[in-house]
């Protein structure tokens, strides 16, 4: 028997909040658990020390949720971020902003080489950004033969270790700057609407005359874009470049964040604010299992069942509504 | 229309359908004008059997990827089951084998189950499997490799003796499981279903092809022969590694496109994924050969081969089209 129109109408609202707020309710869930579990997990202390870890992957997990509304996907990030971080270290020299700037030039322009690919010869990206990821690993590592590059410029380790007030640390505000951006330009501007439209309808998109070649440049190098800063932090926070491993497996963290945070995998609607609940929830995760002593394997197996139980659920209340 | 094509020779067929075969002669050539230990029966050899492990998960990525999925899960298979193997070791080999094939085979059961009853996208299924099962092995092993003191002289056997003189059994199995697999493919209804749906699921669906069975099955082959591999690597070692296979996933990947499989699924071929190996594997021999050379312009290389190759690829598609 069909339920009246209204009970429906009620039953599918209730479905649609669930399905937004679902990521939410999970990181409410878990940091109360935490609350009231962990010691010392209330505390500024804990709250800063999680905004600064969670920086660089809540980065590039907003440039990975256009790449992955857009129907792609973008395993380099985390050999652009050891590219990056080695152009700067290595061109330190000549002053921080410059050699910055260079760096981020160059991580952007790895975006940029992706998405010309990707877009001018129709290849899958994962195949791609996998012979990219291997490549410019590659190159990172020639720069300074796969050594470690320490950095004593002052001007450089603000970055990562500034703080505002002497409380609030600074990445934590250019986060905040980025989800900003990156919200307001996926809701509200016609580029948006063109990233969900690739993603949805990749034919459809081009015989309305958009042109999909400088969408998906600008995709891809907008998420390089910001794989670069989150190379240019975690640099600065460490004090030193070290290709070998910096930004090494981030693409999985990104991935399953976007995962989490309610991104159709096949691409569609780019949800920024999900993912930056995703990004929370793993980094909390990580946090939890550190301050309680757990050994960290703990949270590898966690993360693999909250990812899978994400996306089921997702799909579970998609074929609801 | 493929009997016409080979009729008039057409240079731009044998190119597309044969370029693995063509750059790894290129390559081998080059190598042995270039370094003379390079043609020795040793040499050969260990080219071939260095690459057995890499090759096993490869040939089992490619039937995954010919279905269209995609498994990144091998290379923490093939470490547990390696490490399960290790810690049997000194038991009958017969239960020791049947063990560790067991695990891969549950363990593909496990991605297929996510892939096909979820309907989790296989990236992201595979993706958890791969991170999860390797917090697994740190925690069951305590981060430290497994050794293997009392291991039976059968287990030792299992890569290193040699059944037929001169081949170590390593390659033998390698050689055994293509030559399997590549007839499995080709004139099985199997091998064909495999084809079928990862060129057109909706259309094998209509055929009356039982796609769930057909994805179910190639996840499980994937993971039977990422469990070969970790049997055949602590043979090899004596020792089950905690590390094993971390990464392999992208080297069974980029030698598979290389071997000319299609990434979005109905064209490939195992023959082709073998050279694919091969290629990567005698990249490797060059770089170490050539001391002066930093071992980073590897990675480099395998990234331009890995791009052109995919490149040519599509240009000959889009032209096939025309």
Redesign the interface.
């Known amino acids: 028997m069909v339920a009246p129109l209204k009970e429906r109408l009620n039953r599918d609202i209730v479905i649609n909040r669930l399905i937004d707020y679902s990521p939410l309710m999970v990181l409410f869930f878990i940091v109360i658990v935490n609350v009231i579990f962990t010691p010392n997990f209330a505390s500024v202390n804990t709250l800063r020390n999680l905004a600064i870890q969670v920086t660089s992957s809540l980065l590039v997990a907003l440039g990975m949720t256009w790449v992955i509304a857009s129907g792609g ?1 973008d395993i380099s990030v985390g050999s652009v971020m050891a590219l990056v971080s080695m152009v700067s270290a290595k061109l330190v020299g000549i002053g921080a902003v410059q050699s910055i700037t260079i760096g981020i030039i160059t991580g952007i322009l790895s975006g940029v080489l992706a998405g010309a ?1 990707i877009a001018k ?4 990206p ?3 950004t ?10 990172a ?2 720069i300074n ?2 050594k470690i590059l320490r950095l004593d410029s002052p001007e450089y380790v603000f970055i990562g270790r500034h703080r505002i007030f002497g409380e609030i640390p600074i990445q934590v505000v250019i986060a905040f700057v980025a989800i900003i951006i990156m919200y307001f330009i996926s809701s509200r501007m016609v580029f948006g609407r063109k990233i969900q439209a690739v993603g949805e309808n990749h034919k459809a998109t081009e015989l309305v005359g958009i042109n999909t070649f400088v969408v998906k440049i600008g995709i891809y190098a907008t998420c390089a874009f910001l794989a670069s800063i989150a190379g240019v932090i975690d640099t600065a926070r460490i004090s030193a470049s070290d290709a070998n491993i910096l930004g090494s497996m981030i693409e ?1 963290d990104a ?2 964040a976007v ?1 989490i945070g309610g991104t159709p ?2 691409g569609g609607k780019p949800n920024i604010i999900g993912t930056v609940f995703g990004a929370l929830i793993i980094q909390v995760i990580t946090t939890m299992v550190n301050m309680n002593n757990i ?7 966690l ?3 909250i ?2 139980l994400a ?2 659920a997702q ?1 579970f209340l998609h074929s609801k509504r | 229309m493929d009997i016409k094509k080979h009729k008039n020779f057409n240079l731009q067929y044998v190119l597309k359908e044969h370029s693995s075969l063509l750059i790894f002669i290129l390559l081998f050539i080059f190598a042995s004008i270039k370094y003379d230990v390079f043609l020795s029966r040793l040499f050969v050899t260990n080219l071939l059997v260095q690459n057995t492990m890499v090759g096993f998960i490869a040939f089992g990525m490619t039937i995954v990827i010919i279905a269209g999925g995609i498994d990144l899960s091998v290379g923490s298979i093939l470490a547990i089951s390696g490490i399960v193997a290790a810690r049997m070791s000194s038991y009958n080999i017969v239960i020791v084998v049947a063990l560790t094939l067991l695990t891969g085979l549950a363990l593909g059961s496990l991605n297929a189950f996510m892939v096909v009853k979820l309907k989790i996208v296989p990236f992201i299924a595979t993706l958890a499997s791969m991170i999860g099962i390797r917090g697994y092995i740190h925690l069951t092993t305590g981060s430290k490799s497994v050794p293997t003191p009392d291991r039976t002289l059968a287990f030792k056997a299992i890569a290193k003796g040699e059944i037929i003189p001169m081949i170590p059994n390593a390659l033998l199995w390698f050689l055994l499981i293509l030559i399997i697999g590549g007839l499995l493919l080709k004139y099985t209804r199997f091998g064909r279903h495999i084809y079928a749906i990862g060129g057109n699921i909706e259309a094998a669906r209509m055929m009356g092809i039982n796609v769930n069975k057909v994805k179910w099955a190639t996840y499980m082959i994937s993971g039977l022969l990422a469990s070969v591999s970790g049997l055949v690597m602590t043979s090899r070692l004596g020792s089950g590694q905690f590390t094993a296979g971390d990464g392999w996933e992208m080297y069974a990947i980029a030698a598979t496109v290389i071997g000319g499989t299609l990434i979005t699924g109905g064209r490939g071929k195992l023959s082709g994924t073998f050279f694919g190996v091969l290629i990567l594997g005698i990249m490797r021999q060059i770089f170490n050969l050539q001391g002066n050379l930093n071992t980073w312009w590897q990675n480099i290389a395998t990234g331009v081969i890995l791009l052109a190759v995919v490149i040519v690829q599509s240009r000959t598609m889009i032209k096939k089209k025309l």
């Open positions: 996907i690919i010869f129709n290849i899958q994962i195949i791609v996998l012979s990219l990821m291997i490549g410019i690993r590659g190159v590592q020639i033969d796969s999985l991935i399953a995962a995998m096949n050994s960290f394997e703990y949270s590898l197996i993360k693999a069942i990812i899978i996306l089921w799909r």
